[in-house]
């Protein structure tokens, strides 16, 4: 069975602020993958990124950083000096060599206040 | 552009009305999704089409029938919904059993009354 479990419902921050949105995941592949997602309130889902389960390299792209960490089966998600567009909900989602699809957390609301 | 495109953007039926959702891409994907949004839940895998094969059915009610005419094409039609079907459709495409590369449309916003 595969889990997605994005314990915190709701985030508010004052602009400026840094955030950490955690994940944690439980699978029993080997081979996996996990994606961060963020939904502003147009709906759409857009693609923030994508990481293998061999590969615990974190990684920076601007303000936004994630860290992997296999031994807690987490992949946190944290956003630097936050800005008000930054409002979304964020979703972490997992799909593995035996599944057909992703399987989401019940997602993040996070909000940035000026 | 995402180059997933859903259509309506918006919907409103009935409980005793028939609708179809449509969902299209031109990605060139070969797998195509359909999940269901509702307040305070994760999103909900209903079905999985892979080489315009259903390879998945989440348990889902009879009254949500998919289609897959072709790879580039997925259809949900709707027939005799309940109030607590309202949600938001996503639909998504993307290379089968590839964890790479999911697009998702920007949805259907679905109200039952």
């Known amino acids: 069975a595969q889990k997605v479990t994005q314990a915190q419902t709701e985030i508010s921050v004052v602009e400026k602020e840094d955030v950490t949105l955690d994940c944690v995941y439980e699978?029993?592949?080997?081979?996996?993958?996990l994606f961060w997602y963020k939904q502003p309130p147009s709906g759409e889902l857009v693609f923030l990124i994508r990481?293998?389960?061999?590969?615990?390299q974190n990684e920076i792209s601007g303000r936004y950083s994630w860290n992997f960490q296999k031994s807690t089966s987490s992949f946190n998600f944290t956003i630097t000096a936050s800005q008000v567009v930054d409002s979304a909900v964020y979703f972490c989602?997992?799909?593995?060599?035996?599944?057909?699809?992703?399987?989401f957390g019940k997602g993040t609301s996070l909000l940035v206040t000026p | 552009e995402t180059g997933v495109t859903q259509t309506p953007r918006h919907l409103v039926m009935g409980m005793t009305n028939k609708k179809s959702l449509k969902c299209e891409q031109h990605?060139?994907?070969?797998?195509m999704y359909w999940y269901k949004q509702s307040a305070k839940k994760p999103l909900e895998l209903m079905f999985v089409?892979?080489?315009?094969?259903?390879?998945e059915n989440n348990s889902v009610p009879s009254r949500f029938s998919p289609e897959c005419p072709n790879s580039s094409h997925l259809f949900l039609h709707l027939h005799t919904l309940q109030p607590e079907d309202s949600a938001l459709y996503l639909c998504?495409?993307?290379?089968?059993?590839?964890?790479?590369?999911?697009?998702f449309g920007s949805g259907t916003r679905l109200t039952v009354v």
């Open positions: 989602a997992l799909i593995s060599n035996s599944g057909y699809a992703l399987n």
């Open positions: 990481r293998n389960s061999f590969d615990e």
């Open positions: 990605l060139g994907h070969n797998a």
């Open positions: 089409y892979s080489l315009e094969e259903r390879v």
């Open positions: 699978t029993r592949d080997t081979t996996y993958y």
């Open positions: 998504a495409s993307s290379q089968a059993r590839q964890a790479n590369g999911y697009t």
